[in-house]
């Protein structure tokens, strides 16, 4: 019997061995698993040390560089300030916010000078037109906002009418009188309004200008979409009466047997009853 009694107490304490060794290696597993952290390979980028306003010329106090995901670096980013700022630093084409990579395409080119010629796009020329208070949307059109231009003219109509069609659609006001900024935010009545156009466009508004009068439609900053307009002619103004009916109403008497009725000088009719 004490043989037998020792060959089961050996049993149950390998076995229970065997339970805490296998609880243990499970237990040291999870920890290692929520402990361990993944290796994140970086890479330096520039960016803004401060909030770069348009027309900013960059310098090396304005940035500053940081260790960057590599997986997630922005194209046209900056590794360094020395390339980027150059012996001709350029200047700020778009609003940068402090801790933004410094990106090319909100760059002009090294040694650029300041001013509007920067925000004029290769491919885009700038055009000026006049305006007064009305045409001028009460002054409320200021730089960076979007416009169509309406075009009123009577040349080329045979009866000589005059018509209002729109020229060009969502332009892009690049200044007011001599001011760019697009940081103004008060209505200012001007003269003058610079847009952004095709060159094609600038043909057509200075031939415009000739033959009628143009007036700016202001849009809502975020509304770019186009082939809205159209053409109104003076007909469209003029007063249409309605059409009268045809059908003209006759009164009718009562109907079935009736007598006439005089009282003075006033008559009527009275139905009578059926004898039948």
Known sequence: MQSRAIVMLVIALLFGGIAVFLVNSLLTRQ????????KL??????????????????????????????????????SGTRALVGEQPPIVLREIRKGEPILSYKLSPHGARGGLTIKIPADKRAITIPVNEVRGV??????????????????????NDFVTRTLMEAVTVLGVDQLSSEEED??????????????????????AQKVGNLTL??????DITVGQGGVTTLSALRYTAPRKSGVKRVARGPSGPSVQVIRGLKVSRQKVRDAR
Do not use: I
């Open 138 to 159: 009460g002054g409320f059109v200021l730089p960076g906002d979007r416009v169509d231009v309406l075009l009123t003219t009577d040349t080329g109509r045979a009866n």
């Open 31 to 38: 920890l290692e698993e929520q402990t361990k952290v993944t």
């Open 41 to 78: 390979t970086t890479q330096k980028v520039a960016v803004a040390a401060a909030d770069l306003d348009v027309g900013t010329r960059l310098e090396q106090s304005l940035l500053s560089v940081v260790d960057w995901p590599e997986s997630s670096v922005p194209a046209g980013s900056f």
């Open 217 to 222: 439609l202001l849009r809502n900053e975020a």
């Open 186 to 207: 008060e209505p200012r009545v001007v003269n003058a309004v610079t847009l952004l156009v095709t060159p094609e466009e600038g043909e057509k508004l200075t031939l």
